[in-house]
């Protein structure tokens, strides 16, 4: 079975490091300096997506968001003009369902298949490969990628049909982020109040709200509550923008979360001056 793997940036380096030494792996990324160490553990390298789906059976794919992974796959060097019947594409990054259907109809066209396998749990995570793992796609194409998921995380869960991985993944990072706000706004009030971070933490643990305090003591003892001290920034903005444009879609009422949103453009534009 030959891999590639498309996209080698934070999360897409060490996931990709760890296929490689498992799989006979083909890399590609926009900056041919980051599959240096992949190249180094016995990777060959694929100068366009193009090329690396020419020889590849397995095609992984993680890029920042929707528009890069459109030029992944129908840009004028992009897979669709050279999948060959039989392999399966593997979405690790996070788009709209809708967007993944389209994929998968485009590929179908082509004798290929689709699936859409949405990746949580961070950069270290991702290289121990104890990533959690939600797919979307029919029985058999999941059968046949779960050997190189099972690279990449310990947690797999077939969720469904093509587009059902990236829902989870959209439902998880909204109430993710939107969870953060709230316990943002009410720290600071407490703060403010005269209160230090590690007694308010000690306070929700000791509490009810114990079960969600449990995975943020990080993200509420800093002292000054930025967004930018959980890792906010374009990435995160571009995964709550999808959250919310799904919810659009669905004609979900979501106020919160899209403030939440708002909030994160907020800090953005502040970060840079």
């Known amino acids: ?18 296929v490689v030494k498992a799989f006979q792996t083909t890399v590609f990324d926009v900056r041919r300096q980051a599959a240096a160490p992949h190249l180094k553990a016995g990777a060959q390298w694929a100068d366009s997506a193009a090329a690396l789906a020419e020889q590849s059976d397995i095609i992984l794919v993680s890029v920042p968001g929707p528009a890069e992974i459109d030029e992944v796959v129908f840009g004028d060097k992009g ?16 788009t709209l369902p809708s967007n993944m259907r389209r994929i998968h109809q ?72 939107s969870t953060l706000q709230v316990i943002s706004e009410s720290f600071a009030m407490g703060v403010k109040a005269g209160l230090s971070p590690e007694i308010l933490l000690k306070v929700a643990r000791d509490g009810a709200y114990s079960n969600l305090l ?49 909030k994160m453009i907020e800090t953005i534009h502040f970060a840079k001056k």
């Open 106 to 177: 485009a590929l179908k066209a082509k004798g290929a298949d689709a699936v859409d396998a949405p990746v949580s749990g961070g950069a270290a995570r991702a290289a121990s490969g104890e990533l959690a793992v939600w797919i979307g796609g029919d029985g058999p194409a999941y059968e046949r990628v779960k050997p190189v998921l099972s690279a990449l995380g310990n947690k797999l869960t077939h969720m469904g049909a093509v587009g059902m991985g990236l829902t989870a993944k959209l439902v998880h990072n909204q109430m993710l982020y």
């Open 1 to 18: 079975m030959r891999v590639g793997f498309i996209g080698l940036g934070n999360i897409g380096g060490p996931m990709a490091l760890r």
């Open 79 to 94: 897979i669709l003009r050279t999948i060959r019947p039989g392999s399966t594409y593997v979405e690790l990054s996070t």
């Open 214 to 262: 449990n995975m943020l003591p990080k993200a509420v003892t800093g002292g000054d509550f930025k967004w930018a001290d959980f890792g906010m920034g374009h990435i995160t903005r571009k995964d709550q923008m999808v959250a919310n444009q799904y919810g659009r879609e669905l004609d979900v009422p979501q106020p919160l979360a899209n403030l939440v949103e708002q």
